[in-house]
Structure formats: structure tokens, C-alpha cells
């Protein structure tokens, strides 16, 4: 029997690049805002379409799931705006997605996850947590939240639980291109959402249990893969 898991953020790029790589060794459960995007995922995928923003929904994601062994924290918000633009509402809502969200969802699912051996979650994660620009304070702040809780699950759960952060540098999807052009990021300075989709399963297989809580770099120079 395959065994199962949820992939947050399964209607973007990177997203529908994961749930097509592990759809063979993996049963998944899918979310995402975007539900005409989740119905074209490969028909074995099961789909529930929400805002992980809403503490029901992720009540709701986390009973519908329950049962996997694994979970990949794909789904993220990135907004680009000037400091002065922002106030506390917008930074809430940046961290209740990117940072609350995956430790609502971890925590309800911990006890499924324990049934693993180990249980594994992979965060997605940024270069912006150790090179931030302009315009991504919030947004590096939150992925570095997020980093912190795949470094704390091990000791929290006894090792029953392990945890990967794959801190991403630019990525060829549309989120990248609404405020980075060619000129800003060629095309073959940014990885594709497939490269990034074959370390979170190389993650997943477990094949770097030995190196959890490590936080790998992943770019075109650089990734599990070369």
C-alpha cells in the first residue's frame, strides 16, 4: 500500500510539479486556493480547495487528511511591497499563511504523521531567509518561522518525526515573473519546478533521514540533484 501524503499549495507551479512527481509512490491529498486548478491534477489526486489563512479550513484540511505520514509545506504567500506600505494586518496575514499555517497543520496532524517510520514534513523555504530583499521583510521573516519547525520536530516527537527545509532560489513560475522580468532573473538563472519537485521526493524517500533538520540550497548552481 502506498503510503500518503499532503501537499499544501498544489494548485501553483511548484505545486502541480509535486503532486505529478510523487503521484506514483504516493497517495496524495492536495490543497489549494484554486479548485478548477486542483480538478486538472492527475485523476488518483484527492483535492480539497481552501485558504490555508482560515483556521476552520485547516480544522477541516487537517480531519479530511488525517491518516498521512507525510506532509510537504508548499503553500505560501510573497507579497513585494515597500515597508512603508505595510502595516501589522499585512504582516499577520504573510505569517499566518507561510508560518502559522504549517504549525496549525502539523500540530493536528502529529499523531497520523507518528504512524510514519519515521513521519517526514518537507517545508519549502527561501533564500530570502539568509539573503532578504527589498520588499520581502515579512516574507523572509515568516519562511524563517517556518525553517524552525522542521529543525523542531525530531526533539519534540522522540524522533518519530523528522523535518527538510529546501530553501529555494528563484523558481520559474508565474509567482516569480509578477515582479521579476527576464531581465531581473533570465530564464536560466531560475530552477524549474521540476528540480525542486525531485529533491522534495529524494526528501520524502527517505534516502536523507540521516541529514534531517539540515537546510539545503537549492538553485540552478546548486541542488540534491547534482
Not at 19 to 31: C, M, N, P, R
Request: proline share 5%.
Amino acid at each position: 500500500m502506498k503510503p500518503s501524503v499532503l501537499v499544501t499549495g498544489a494548485s501553483g507551479g511548484i505545486g502541480r510539479a509535486l503532486v505529478h512527481e510523487l503521484t506514483h509512490d504516493f497517495h496524495i491529498f492536495a490543497t489549494g486556493r484554486n479548485k478548477d486548478a486542483l480538478d486538472l491534477l492527475p485523476e488518483s489526486t484527492n483535492t480539497l480547495a481552501g485558504d490555508l489563512a482560515d483556521s476552520q479550513f485547516r480544522h477541516q484540511l487537517s480531519d479530511w487528511a488525517f491518516g498521512v505520514t507525510s506532509v510537504v509545506h508548499n503553500a505560501g504567500v510573497a507579497p513585494n511591497m515597500h515597508v512603508d506600505s505595510t502595516d501589522s494586518d499585512f504582516d499577520r496575514h504573510v505569517f499566518e499563511v507561510n508560518a502559522i499555517a504549517p504549525l496549525d497543520i502539523t500540530r493536528r496532524l502529529q499523531s497520523s504523521l507518528c504512524q510514519g517510520s519515521p513521519g517526514r514534513v518537507v517545508s519549502i523555504s527561501s533564500f530570502a531567509t539568509h539573503d532578504p530583499f527589498p520588499g520581502f521583510r515579512a516574507y523572509a521573516a515568516s519562511k524563517s518561522a517556518l525553517e524552525s519547525l522542521a529543525r523542531s520536530l525530531p526533539g519534540e516527537t522522540d524522533g518519530q518525526i523528522v523535518g527538510f527545509n529546501l530553501a529555494l532560489a528563484a523558481v520559474e513560475t508565474p509567482a516569480l515573473r509578477a515582479f521579476a522580468d527576464e531581465s531581473m532573473v533570465p530564464l536560466h538563472a531560475a530552477l524549474s519546478p521540476e528540480v525542486v519537485a525531485k529533491s522534495v521526493r529524494q526528501c520524502l524517500s527517505g534516502q536523507l533521514d540521516s541529514r534531517a533538520g539540515e537546510r539545503f540550497l537549492l538553485s540552478v548552481e546548486s541542488n540534491l540533484l547534482a
